[in-house]
Protein backbone atom coordinates (compact mmCIF):
# COMPACT_ATOMS: atom_id res chain seq x y z
CA UNK A 1 0.00 0.00 0.00
CA UNK A 2 1.49 3.26 -1.28
CA UNK A 3 0.44 6.39 0.60
CA UNK A 4 1.89 10.12 -0.05
CA UNK A 5 2.26 12.73 2.31
CA UNK A 6 2.83 16.07 1.45
CA UNK A 7 4.38 19.08 3.68
CA UNK A 8 5.33 22.26 3.35
CA UNK A 9 2.14 24.12 2.32
CA UNK A 10 1.15 28.07 3.83
CA UNK A 11 0.35 31.36 3.29
CA UNK A 12 3.31 33.66 1.38
CA UNK A 13 2.75 36.98 0.04
CA UNK A 14 3.30 37.31 -3.76
CA UNK A 15 6.45 36.90 -5.08
CA UNK A 16 8.05 34.25 -1.76
CA UNK A 17 9.15 31.00 -2.37
CA UNK A 18 8.08 27.74 -0.80
CA UNK A 19 8.81 24.46 -1.01
CA UNK A 20 6.80 21.57 -0.27
CA UNK A 21 7.57 18.23 -0.19
CA UNK A 22 6.11 14.60 -0.42
CA UNK A 23 7.13 11.67 1.86
CA UNK A 24 6.20 8.35 0.33
CA UNK A 25 6.07 5.41 2.34
CA UNK A 26 4.97 1.29 1.44
CA UNK A 27 7.59 -0.90 0.88
CA UNK A 28 7.16 -1.15 -3.15
CA UNK A 29 7.06 2.45 -3.71
CA UNK A 30 9.12 2.47 -6.91
CA UNK A 31 7.21 4.61 -9.60
CA UNK A 32 8.02 5.20 -12.76
CA UNK A 33 6.77 8.76 -12.33
CA UNK A 34 6.12 10.86 -9.16
CA UNK A 35 4.64 14.78 -9.61
CA UNK A 36 2.56 17.22 -8.77
CA UNK A 37 -0.82 18.53 -9.48
CA UNK A 38 -2.86 21.70 -8.30
CA UNK A 39 -6.54 22.52 -7.53
CA UNK A 40 -7.77 26.28 -7.08
CA UNK A 41 -11.01 27.15 -5.91
CA UNK A 42 -13.70 26.15 -8.43
CA UNK A 43 -11.62 24.99 -10.82
CA UNK A 44 -9.89 21.21 -12.27
CA UNK A 45 -7.33 19.82 -11.39
CA UNK A 46 -4.25 20.57 -13.08
CA UNK A 47 -0.78 19.65 -14.22
CA UNK A 48 2.11 20.94 -12.27
CA UNK A 49 5.25 18.90 -12.65
CA UNK A 50 6.58 15.89 -12.88
CA UNK A 51 9.98 13.37 -12.39
CA UNK A 52 11.10 10.32 -13.72
CA UNK A 53 11.98 8.52 -10.98
CA UNK A 54 15.06 6.59 -12.11
CA UNK A 55 16.28 9.13 -14.30
CA UNK A 56 15.54 12.34 -12.88
CA UNK A 57 14.29 13.65 -16.38
CA UNK A 58 11.61 16.32 -15.16
CA UNK A 59 8.66 17.90 -16.81
CA UNK A 60 6.95 21.43 -16.18
CA UNK A 61 3.67 22.88 -17.31
CA UNK A 62 4.19 25.51 -19.36
CA UNK A 63 2.88 28.39 -17.57
CA UNK A 64 5.30 28.03 -14.63
CA UNK A 65 8.14 29.48 -16.78
CA UNK A 66 10.84 28.41 -15.11
CA UNK A 67 9.20 29.72 -11.58
CA UNK A 68 9.27 25.48 -9.54
CA UNK A 69 11.76 23.33 -9.71
CA UNK A 70 11.07 19.67 -8.83
CA UNK A 71 13.52 17.10 -7.38
CA UNK A 72 13.63 13.55 -6.25
CA UNK A 73 15.71 11.46 -3.34
CA UNK A 74 15.39 8.24 -4.33
CA UNK A 75 16.70 6.96 -0.78
CA UNK A 76 14.48 8.59 0.85
CA UNK A 77 11.19 8.41 -1.39
CA UNK A 78 10.61 12.02 -1.00
CA UNK A 79 9.35 14.14 -4.08
CA UNK A 80 9.91 18.31 -3.48
CA UNK A 81 8.48 21.25 -5.72
CA UNK A 82 10.35 24.46 -4.96
CA UNK A 83 8.14 27.02 -5.74
CA UNK A 84 9.83 31.00 -6.36
CA UNK A 85 8.23 34.17 -7.64
CA UNK A 86 4.79 32.61 -6.46
CA UNK A 87 1.80 34.37 -7.42
CA UNK A 88 -1.67 34.99 -6.05
CA UNK A 89 -2.82 32.74 -9.43
CA UNK A 90 -0.73 29.98 -8.11
CA UNK A 91 -2.82 29.50 -4.72
CA UNK A 92 -4.37 26.34 -4.71
CA UNK A 93 -4.20 22.65 -2.80
CA UNK A 94 -1.22 21.24 -3.82
CA UNK A 95 -1.47 16.97 -4.53
CA UNK A 96 1.71 14.75 -4.73
CA UNK A 97 1.11 12.32 -7.43
CA UNK A 98 2.75 8.71 -8.07
CA UNK A 99 2.38 6.24 -11.23
CA UNK A 100 3.65 2.95 -12.54
CA UNK A 101 3.70 3.86 -16.07
CA UNK A 102 4.31 6.29 -18.84
CA UNK A 103 1.50 8.37 -20.34
CA UNK A 104 -0.34 12.24 -20.60
CA UNK A 105 0.06 13.92 -17.65
CA UNK A 106 -3.63 13.79 -16.70
CA UNK A 107 -5.16 13.06 -13.74
CA UNK A 108 -6.80 9.83 -14.41
CA UNK A 109 -3.59 8.44 -15.28
CA UNK A 110 -1.85 9.28 -11.81
CA UNK A 111 -2.81 6.15 -9.62
CA UNK A 112 -2.14 7.22 -6.48
CA UNK A 113 -2.72 10.64 -4.81
CA UNK A 114 -1.74 12.51 -0.89
CA UNK A 115 -3.93 14.22 0.55
CA UNK A 116 -3.19 17.55 -0.63
CA UNK A 117 -2.01 20.56 1.08
CA UNK A 118 -3.12 24.66 0.83
CA UNK A 119 -0.67 27.21 -0.66
CA UNK A 120 -2.28 30.66 -0.72
CA UNK A 121 -0.53 33.63 -2.34
CA UNK A 122 -1.56 36.85 -0.99
CA UNK A 123 -1.42 39.83 -3.65
Known amino acids: QVQLVESGGGLVQAGGSLRLSCAAS????????AGWFRQAPGREREFVSA????????YYADFLKGRFTISRDNAKKTINLQMNSLKPEDTAVYYC????????????????WGQGTQVTVSS
Open 97 to 112: VARGGAGMFLPTLFDH
Open 51 to 58: IDWSSGRA
Open 26 to 33: GRTFSPYE
